[in-house]
């Protein structure tokens, strides 16, 4: 199933890390306003196509192109200034600063309007209760919420998230979902590289699946919520 008016548009990716083959045939399509979530075993190849998104590998063959411009190969901070954000496993925050000190940085570069902080405490008002605390004393699903917040301060075109869910109590993988809905339903454009199936299929409106760095099949979420269990076999076992 094709994405309507592609935003993103991902033909035959490859990377590698040294004489390590990391990508070798992925392809996507995000349209304005899609949540997309790519799928996959661990070592499939997500977080390298979310790093070359990002400019941080360079890619080896195949097109990246953001609104019918080719980025593929640009440096990290000219794809940022182009839209597309990360947030990593890793979250990369700042754990001395205050939780309102990492916010206000992801406005720091922007060149485009944005949210305020206000606006990131609506979607996250445990974020207000602790605005001013340190975020290296936060939760896991705390930090999770911060490394959001940030991202969307920077008013992305297109959101990365890369494993939102991993590691969290459950309370917090249903919290990241409701606020991935609250997302989609204004309008944020998303890719989504989740391990936990049901939580994709309860965000996504469409899905990937890589494989050894292929893009080995897609379709509509409604088929990962119908049988979960046909995918985790095929793909994840």
Same mark, same amino acid.
Request: glycine residues 12%.
């Given at each position: 199933? !094709?994405?309507? *008016?592609? +935003?993103?548009?991902?033909?035959?990716?490859?990377?590698?890390?040294?004489?390590?083959?990391?990508?070798? =045939?992925?392809?996507?399509?995000?349209?304005?306003?899609?949540?997309?979530?790519?799928?996959? &075993? @661990?070592?499939?190849?997500?977080?390298?196509?979310? @790093?070359?998104?990002?400019?941080?590998?360079?890619?080896?063959?195949?097109?990246?192109? #953001?609104?019918?411009? %080719?980025?593929?190969?640009?440096?990290?901070?000219?794809?940022?200034?182009?839209?597309?954000?990360?947030?990593?496993? $890793?979250?990369?925050?700042?754990?001395?600063?205050?939780?309102?000190? @990492?916010?206000?940085?992801?406005?720091?570069?922007? *060149?485009?309007?944005?949210? %305020?902080?206000?606006?990131?405490?609506?979607?996250?008002?445990?974020?207000?209760?602790?605005?001013?605390?340190?975020?290296?004393?936060?939760?896991?699903?705390?930090?999770?919420? +911060?490394? /959001?917040?940030?991202?969307? /301060?920077? !008013?992305?075109?297109?959101? #990365?998230?890369?494993?939102?869910?991993?590691? #969290?109590?459950?309370?917090?993988?249903?919290?990241?979902? =409701?606020?991935? =809905? $609250?997302?989609?339903?204004?309008?944020?454009?998303?890719?989504?590289?989740?391990? =936990?199936?049901?939580? $994709?299929?309860?965000?996504?409106?469409?899905?990937?699946?890589?494989?050894?760095?292929?893009? +080995?099949?897609?379709?509509?979420?409604? &088929?990962?919520?119908? *049988?979960?269990?046909?995918?985790?076999?095929?793909?994840?076992?």
């Amino acid at each position: 199933m !094709a994405a309507r *008016d592609p +935003v993103l548009l991902v033909q035959g990716l490859a990377a590698r890390y040294g004489k390590i083959v990391a990508l070798r =045939n992925a392809s996507l399509e995000i349209g304005e306003g899609e949540a997309v979530a790519l799928l996959g &075993a @661990n070592g499939s190849g997500k977080t390298t196509l979310l @790093n070359t998104l990002c400019g941080f590998l360079a890619p080896t063959g195949g097109t990246i192109s #953001l609104a019918g411009e %080719a980025i593929g190969g640009l440096p990290p901070h000219r794809i940022f200034q182009r839209g597309i954000v990360q947030v990593s496993q $890793a979250r990369d925050l700042f754990g001395s600063m205050t939780v309102l000190d @990492n916010l206000l940085l992801g406005a720091v570069r922007r *060149d485009r309007p944005g949210p %305020a902080v206000a606006d990131i405490f609506g979607y996250f008002p445990r974020l207000q209760e602790r605005q001013l605390q340190i975020v290296r004393t936060l939760s896991g699903g705390e930090q999770q919420m +911060v490394a /959001m917040g940030r991202a969307l /301060m920077s !008013a992305p075109r297109i959101l #990365l998230l890369d494993e939102p869910s991993g590691g #969290l109590a459950p309370r917090f993988v249903e919290e990241i979902g =409701n606020i991935v =809905n $609250a997302l989609k339903r204004q309008g944020r454009t998303m890719l989504l590289v989740e391990q =936990n199936l049901a939580l $994709a299929a309860a965000v996504a409106d469409r899905f990937y699946i890589l494989r050894d760095g292929e893009t +080995v099949d897609s379709g509509d979420a409604a &088929a990962l919520r119908q *049988d979960r269990r046909h995918f985790a076999r095929t793909y994840y076992l």
